[in-house]
């Protein structure tokens, strides 16, 4: 059984930059895809970006495609996300997540996720 613990988040002015780490232990986590979903107040958790195992492909929601980037380091058996150019409406809890089956831009594909990380960007 895989544990995820994300890090980093924290409170950034407009404009400012972030970036999160996920520390996956338990199993190496070289032949997942991994994703971030975030989660605003009251709002669904969304799909943010996904990187494949073998391929290292990427993808992006249109909402953060530019500003984001997605990268994992398979030796550390970390994934990260950095986030440039941030938005008042990047506010969220922001969680990392292993895919299990089906399509990578939904929530219930993913069956272990970390406890989150706080990102608060002020305007």
């Known amino acids: 059984q895989v544990q995820l613990v994300e890090s980093g988040g924290g409170l950034v002015q407009a404009g400012g930059s972030v970036r999160l780490s996920c520390t996956a232990s338990?199993?190496?986590?070289?032949?997942?895809?991994m994703a971030w979903f975030r989660q605003a107040p009251g709002m669904e958790r969304e799909f943010v970006a996904v990187?494949?195992?073998?391929?290292?492909?990427?993808d992006y929601a249109d909402s953060v495609k530019g500003r984001f980037t997605i990268s994992r380091d398979n030796a550390k058996n970390t994934l990260y996300l950095q986030m440039n150019s941030l938005k008042p409406e990047d506010t969220a809890v922001y969680y990392c997540?292993?895919?299990?089956?089906?399509?990578?831009?939904?929530?219930?594909?993913?069956?272990?996720w970390g406890q989150g990380t706080q990102v608060t960007v002020s305007s």
């Open positions: 338990g199993r190496t986590f070289s032949n997942d895809h």
């Open positions: 990187m494949s195992s073998f391929t290292s492909n990427t």
């Open positions: 997540a292993r895919h299990r089956s089906g399509a990578l831009f939904l929530h219930n594909s993913y069956d272990a």
